[in-house]
C-alpha cells in the first residue's frame, strides 16, 4: 500500500464522484480508477459501490475513510517534528482546538509558554470534537482544549477557565433600555447560534442555559464561526449568545454586550490529556494552562489534572 493509494482514497470518499476526484488530484480518470482497484485488492474489501449514476462508500470504505486522515496528520506530525529539531526547538507539544475557544485566554496562554520555555514549540491543530478525542486517545496530540468534559475513559478533562455568558444585541436595539437583560425578554427574538457540528461543547453548555426557561428559542440562523455570528448580529439578523472576551477580539461598532439578568451562566472551557503521567513538557503546559481555573474547580481536580489518577 503507497501514500498515492491512500490520497487517491480520500480525494474519491470526499467527491464521491471520481472525474471531479481524478480533477481535484491533477490525474486522469484511468490511473485513478486503478489506483482505487488496487487498494481494493490489497484489503480484501470494496471501498465503494459504483454505478452509472452515483459513487458511496461502503461501510468498509466508510471505516477505512475514519483512520486513514490519521495516517497523512501522523506524516504532517512527524515532518513538523523533524523541523522543529532542525529549528533548535528541544522539544514539541501537540495542541487541539475545537470550536469556541477564547482567543484572548490562549493568546495569554501562549505567551506566556513562549517566554517561560523558548525551547518548546508548540503546535496547534484546529479540528472537531470528535477528532481531538480520537487524536488523543491515538496519541496525535498531547493535549486539547474543548468545551465538553463528555470524554472517554482513556482521557481526563478538567477545567481550564470560565467565561461570564453575554448577549451580543445590536446597538439600536430596544432591549439596551436594560442594564441587565432577563432570559425571557431575549428568547422573544430571533437568535443567531453557533452549528452545533463545529461547536459542539459550547452549543450544549448554552443549551442548558436555554432550557431554564419555558420559552422556546426562535432560532434564526445557525452559524460555522463566532464572527459570522457577530456579523449577522450587526446586520440585524437576531441577537446572539457570547462571551466577552470573544466579543472584544471582534470590535464590531455595532455591537453592544449585555449580562443576563440573575445569577450569570459561564461558558467552560476544558483542557483534555490522556490519563497518566504526563511528559514533563506538557506537565509544565498544564500547570500554566491551569492558573486562572475558576475558585469553584476544586483542588482535588487541579492535583487529578497533573497527577494522572482519575
Given at each position: 500500500?503507497?501514500l498515492?493509494h491512500?490520497?487517491c ?8 464522484h ?15 480508477s486503478?489506483a482505487i ?7 480484501g474489501?470494496?471501498?465503494?459501490d ?8 461502503t ?11 490519521r495516517v497523512?496528520?501522523?506524516?504532517t ?10 529549528a533548535g ?11 469556541g ?11 506566556r ?8 514549540e508548540?503546535?496547534l491543530?484546529e479540528v472537531?470534537l470528535v ?6 486517545e ?5 493535549a ?7 470524554v ?11 467565561d461570564?455568558?453575554?448577549?451580543a444585541?445590536?446597538?439600536?436595539h430596544?432591549l ?9 425578554e431575549?428568547l ?9 457540528t463545529?461547536?459542539e461543547?459550547?452549543?450544549?453548555q448554552l443549551?442548558?442555559?436555554?432550557r ?11 452559524v460555522?464561526?463566532h ?5 449577522l ?7 446572539g ?6 466579543v472584544s477580539?471582534?470590535?464590531?461598532p455595532e ?9 450569570t ?5 476544558y483542557?483534555i490529556?490522556r ?15 491551569l ?6 474547580a ?8 497533573l497527577?494522572?489518577?482519575?
Amino acid at each position: 500500500m503507497e501514500l498515492r493509494h491512500l490520497r487517491c482514497f480520500l480525494a474519491v470518499a470526499q467527491e464521491l464522484h471520481f472525474a471531479r476526484a481524478a480533477e481535484k488530484l491533477h490525474i486522469e480518470q484511468s490511473p485513478l480508477s486503478r489506483a482505487i482497484k488496487e487498494l481494493e485488492e490489497e484489503l480484501g474489501v470494496r471501498l465503494f459501490d459504483r454505478n452509472t449514476r452515483s459513487t458511496r462508500l461502503t461501510r468498509s470504505g466508510q471505516v477505512f475513510a475514519e483512520h486513514v486522515p490519521r495516517v497523512f496528520a501522523a506524516l504532517t506530525q512527524a515532518k513538523d517534528s523533524v523541523r522543529a529539531v532542525s529549528a533548535g526547538y528541544q522539544g514539541q507539544l501537540r495542541i487541539a482546538l475545537s470550536g469556541g475557544i477564547s482567543q484572548s485566554r490562549l493568546t495569554v496562554l501562549l505567551s506566556r509558554c513562549r517566554e517561560e520555555e523558548p525551547d518548546t514549540e508548540i503546535r496547534l491543530y484546529e479540528v472537531s470534537l470528535v477528532q481531538q478525542i480520537k487524536g488523543l486517545e491515538s496519541d496525535l496530540y498531547d493535549a486539547g482544549f474543548a468545551q465538553s468534559p463528555e470524554v472517554d475513559e482513556s482521557l481526563l478533562a478538567v477545567p481550564a477557565w470560565s467565561d461570564p455568558v453575554v448577549v451580543a444585541v445590536p446597538s439600536r436595539h430596544p432591549l439596551l433600555i436594560h442594564k441587565q437583560l432577563p432570559l425571557e425578554e431575549v428568547l422573544r427574538y430571533p437568535l443567531v447560534l453557533c452549528d452545533p457540528t463545529t461547536c459542539e461543547g459550547g452549543c450544549r453548555q448554552l443549551a442548558r442555559v436555554l432550557r431554564t426557561t419555558a420559552l422556546e428559542p426562535i432560532v434564526a440562523e445557525r452559524v460555522a464561526s463566532h464572527d459570522l455570528m457577530v456579523t449577522l448580529v450587526a446586520a440585524g439578523y437576531g441577537l446572539g449568545f457570547s462571551t466577552e472576551a470573544h466579543v472584544s477580539t471582534s470590535h464590531h461598532p455595532e455591537i453592544v454586550t449585555r449580562p443576563l439578568a440573575g445569577r450569570t451562566p459561564v461558558l467552560t472551557t476544558y483542557l483534555i490529556r490522556r490519563i497518566g503521567e504526563p511528559s514533563e513538557a506538557l506537565h509544565r503546559f498544564v500547570e500554566r494552562a491551569l492558573v486562572e481555573v475558576p475558585v469553584r474547580a476544586s483542588d482535588e481536580a487541579l492535583d487529578t489534572s497533573l497527577g494522572g489518577s482519575k
